[in-house]
């Protein structure tokens, strides 16, 4: 277990939307923030930032999405690259995470908790990046 509590962000990228998520190593727990807008894949990055302010993390964890064989997509380059924007403008370390079925999952879960009124409801972007950031901190747990 980790020795002291760290704070991550974690991030559902999209072209049009980002999920984020915020969460804690403590209890390997996170929870939805916000859906930021994107244009190609740009967000404000002073939404972002201001998100890093509040929150103070100690990492970022953005979710990568790949195709079902492992192969990449038009969107994992995209991903990769703004992950290495956020590195670049915050410096802080980036861990990058498979996400490949997290939108799946995250409708499932908000479906399961509502039906289809939730789908149509729920901003599925952040409850991804919950997901994402919660595989990671599973993941890290004992490190």
């Known amino acids: 277990m980790h020795e002291h509590n760290e704070i991550a962000l974690g991030f559902d990228f999209g072209l049009k939307r980002i ?4 969460g804690q190593t403590l209890t390997c727990s996170a929870t939805p923030l916000d859906t930021l807008y994107a244009k190609n894949g740009v967000p404000e990055w002073n939404q972002i930032q ?14 990568i999405p790949l195709n079902m064989d492992d192969s990449e997509q038009a969107i994992t380059h995209a991903a990769k690259q703004f992950a290495k ?59």
């Not at 915050?90 to 939108?103: A, G, K, Q, Y």
């Open 85 to 143: 924007e956020l590195n670049t403008r915050f410096n802080l370390p980036i861990s990058e995470v498979d996400e490949r079925l997290s939108t799946k999952e995250a409708r499932q879960q908000i479906f399961d908790a509502g039906g289809y009124k939730a789908l149509k409801e729920t901003p599925i972007d952040s409850i991804a990046a919950v997901i994402i950031l919660e595989q990671w901190l599973r993941a890290h747990e004992h490190k």
């Open 19 to 22: 999920g984020v998520a915020v």
């Open 50 to 63: 201001k998100l890093i302010k509040e929150w103070q993390p100690t990492l970022l964890i953005v979710g």
